[in-house]
């Protein structure tokens, strides 16, 4: 079982003991474990007993049910628990604002037991008979289903890409002579897949059903001959506006050697596999306007990271450590701020001794830097929750919303605008608050909190984290518009976060970033320079 699964399996037995009624520190020891582990992305493959015994805030008794679901699959006590509960129950456990406790109301009042029921029940308004619902819990309910029907076909970009690497890898492996490529959604990088397809130019004799039954979504596989492979490529991989505008519907023949040739017998710039989208691609390769995309290595720093001091799981030293062994020059730590208690946020006590424990290792570096930053929440009026004296200790700050998303788009731009003019913000964090496939976030006027950065020389965060990517990448192109850099964050909270970079940059280059418009392609010296702008 992979991390991901055990940390779901931990998450559901502390759910359903919940539901039940059962002992409040088992379920807490559950809960705890399921969200350390989610954080440390630990490998489990071939460990021990006594291996998971060492990893740190994991308990003996939860060791031992880790143990269990390596070697079954399940745990005993998972399996009477589920035995016990309709299986429409357990899947009302993961509709967005219902905790356990709510659930088991809408169980035992309503006798609902599935999400459909609980659907229909919302537009009966029969929630609102039960203590603690009301009409707003109930429209939230009927929202967030309505929301996770829409997008139930659906997978983020990273869960799928190394899926699909290794069915290509494997036919590659069985049948050399083939030439074996991803196209569509996969090929642009889109941040969401709804569609798998993998182009061929050959049949495919090997058995690749045990790869893809661990992708929740049918695999399709083209075929065509050697000499058409490259107009196959193009055609399946573009979406049907980029072919109309580019041209490319109207092209009699099929022989390529290359997509270059295709577009400079379309007349146009070669563009890039992730900008076919048919938005303003065609027009500027016609032009010969697209610039040069960002590159992964064309990167100096990593900034916005979270360490053992909020809600991290590393320590200060080793992450930062880590990011000097990945080759960086510099890494900027943004524990989050004293008011996210949830994320143990860090107190002005912690603040100092965080900064002199930063200065002690600056003096140790040679060649890098830690950047003294923070992610300070913004309040519902738009303030930071740090006084001035403190603000200013920081080189840097991300300004980021984690509270109170229920806003309208007129109160959540002037909430971001009021954050974006005050002196000390350095960056906006994750602007909307999205979290892909599971909520929205809240609206925003994208233009006004752009302008307001370019006029308070504000940069703006893409935040790097592939259920997040925000801003969204159809943003980028009017931030470099307005001058306002893009700055490429992972959003780490433990060491291998780092690598979500990948994510980053493939949404940086749908949205046509250059290197000279990512705040982080600057070297130390200059970015120090832009911080103090």
Not at 65 to 84: P, S, V
Not at 254 to 272: C, M, V
Not at 409 to 421: N, V, W, Y
């Amino acid at each position: 079982m992979t991390n991901d699964d055990i940390c779901d399996a931990l998450e559901l037995s502390g759910k359903l003991l919940e539901l039940h009624g059962e002992n409040p520190f088992k379920i807490k020891a559950y809960t705890n474990s399921a969200y350390k582990l989610s954080k440390l992305r630990y490998d489990f493959e071939g460990k021990t007993l006594k291996d998971i015994e060492t990893i740190e805030g994991i308990g003996k008794s939860i060791s031992g049910k880790i143990y269990e679901l390596m070697q079954n699959g399940t745990t005993h006590e998972l399996q009477e628990l589920m035995e016990k509960t309709p299986v429409g129950v357990i899947q009302m456990l993961s509709v967005k604002g219902l905790g356990p406790k709510k659930v088991g109301q809408l169980w035992r009042e309503l006798q609902l037991e599935s999400v459909g029921e609980l659907l229909y029940a919302c537009y009966e308004n029969r929630l609102t008979a039960l203590k603690g619902f009301g009409e707003k819990t109930q429209e939230a309910v009927k929202q967030s289903i309505e929301f996770k029907l829409a997008n139930s076909q659906k997978q983020h970009y990273a869960s799928v890409e190394p899926l699909v690497k290794k069915i290509v890898d494997f036919i590659s492996e069985q049948q050399p002579e083939l030439t074996v490529m991803p196209v569509g959604q996969v090929r642009r990088k889109c941040e969401v897949i709804d569609a798998i397809t993998i182009l061929l130019d050959g049949e495919k004799t090997c058995d690749t059903s045990k790869l893809e039954s661990g992708i929740p979504m049918p695999v399709t596989f083209v075929t065509c001959t050697p000499e058409e492979f490259h107009y196959h490529l193009f055609d399946l991989t573009a979406t049907d506006e980029h072919k109309a505008q580019s041209g490319f519907d109207d092209l009699s023949e099929k022989l390529f050697t290359d997509e270059e040739e295709i577009y400079s017998q379309l007349g146009l710039q070669y563009i890039e596999p992730e900008l076919r989208e048919g938005l303003k691609e065609v027009s500027l390769a016609r032009e010969n306007n697209i610039p040069e995309l960002i590159e992964y290595t064309d990167l100096k720093g990593i900034l916005h990271n979270h360490s053992l001091y909020s809600d991290g799981v590393h320590s200060l030293k080793e992450m930062a450590d880590y990011c000097k062994e990945l080759g960086f020059e510099y890494f900027g730590i943004c524990d989050h701020s004293k008011t996210a208690v949830y994320a143990q946020g860090l107190s002005i006590e912690k603040v100092i001794m965080q900064q002199q424990e930063i200065d002690k290792l600056n003096a140790a570096y040679s060649g890098f830097k830690i950047l003294k930053g923070i992610e300070s929440d913004i309040l519902s009026d738009g303030s930071l929750d740090y006084p001035s004296d403190i603000l200013k200790t920081f080189d840097f700050i991300v300004a980021s919303i984690h509270s109170n998303f229920k806003m309208s788009e007129e109160q959540a731009t002037k909430r971001l605008i009021k954050a974006i003019e005050n002196p000390f913000t350095s960056i906006i964090g994750h602007p909307t608050g999205r979290l892909l496939l599971a909520r929205p976030g809240y609206p925003i006027d994208h233009k006004k909190v752009i302008d307001a950065c370019a006029a308070n020389k504000v940069y703006v965060e893409l935040n790097a984290h592939p259920y997040r990517l925000d801003i969204d990448w159809r943003w980028i192109n009017y931030c470099m518009d307005r001058n306002v850099m893009i700055s490429i964050n992972p959003d780490a909270h433990h060491k291998q976060g780092f690598h979500d970079m990948h994510y980053g940059i493939c949404a940086a280059r749908k949205g046509m970033l250059t290197k000279e418009m990512c705040l982080n392609a600057l070297p130390l010296g200059k970015l120090q320079e832009a911080f103090k702008k």
